[in-house]
T-cell receptor, first 114, second 116 residues
């Protein structure tokens, strides 16, 4: 999974705190996707971003979750006022955004809520 | 609404034999299909993909077959090796004009165990 960098790899938060997850796409990739994997389930799409634009946020919970991909710097997935149900593995993927090119994934951030 | 389904939670095969992993989908708009392999504590690793204009794509030991009329795809691994033991996910997306951007819809995964 070299190329897509996610940090931190593990994040522990108490209920009510904020969680910030970062993702740097592969070099040359301008499209970023966030997915969430709950225990014993497959990955679920959350949001798709290009630089400075949210293209598709149909999988994002309506409240407490937000994402950005600024002109400079990594993409950020932000979860405010975390609850126990937010505990999951959050994966970021990137693609060049043209042709039939697959998305490539980072190793994820494992979020644990105490 | 599970649009992509992997009905076998697990599969066990002997080293050297063929592994066949199956996947069904319901959304007829899907036109790009992928298989990913995942080890614990790592992200999914892309294995092979197929566009809906094809019915077969091969890459080394991995072959993906697509049956559009049955809305079914399968991954064949020949010969299977112990290092292939992992969780395998199929995924699908809707392309627009041949450009594969857009969200992936994943199946629940199949745990493959290859015994020496």
């Amino acid at each position: 999974n070299a190329g897509v960098m996610q940090n931190p790899r593990h994040l522990v938060r108490r209920r009510g705190q904020e969680a910030r997850l970062r993702c740097s796409p592969m070099k040359g990739h301008s499209h970023v996707y966030w997915y969430r994997q709950l225990p014993e389930e497959g990955l679920k799409f959350m949001v798709y971003l290009q630089k400075e634009n949210i293209i598709d946020e149909s999988g994002m919970p309506k409240e407490r979750f937000s994402a950005e991909f600024p002109k400079e710097g990594p993409s950020i997935l932000r979860i405010q006022q975390v609850v126990r149900g937010d505990s999951a593995a959050y994966f970021c993927a990137s693609s060049p955004g043209f042709g039939n090119q697959p998305q490539h994934f980072g190793d994820g951030t494992r979020l644990s809520i105490l | 609404d599970q649009q992509v389904k992997q009905n076998s939670p697990s599969l066990s095969v002997q080293e050297g034999r063929i592994s066949i992993l199956n996947c069904d989908y319901t959304n007829s708009m899907f036109d790009y299909f992928l298989w990913y392999k995942k080890y614990p504590a790592e992200g999914p690793t892309f294995l092979i993909s197929i566009s809906s204009i094809k019915d077969k794509n091969e890459d080394g030991r991995f072959t993906v077959f697509l049956n559009k009329s049955a809305k079914h795809l399968s991954l064949h691994i020949v010969p299977s090796q112990p290092g292939d033991s992992a969780v395998y996910f199929c995924a699908a997306s809707v392309n627009a004009g041949g450009t594969s951007y857009g969200k992936l819809t994943f199946g629940q995964g199949t745990i493959l165990t290859v015994h020496p």
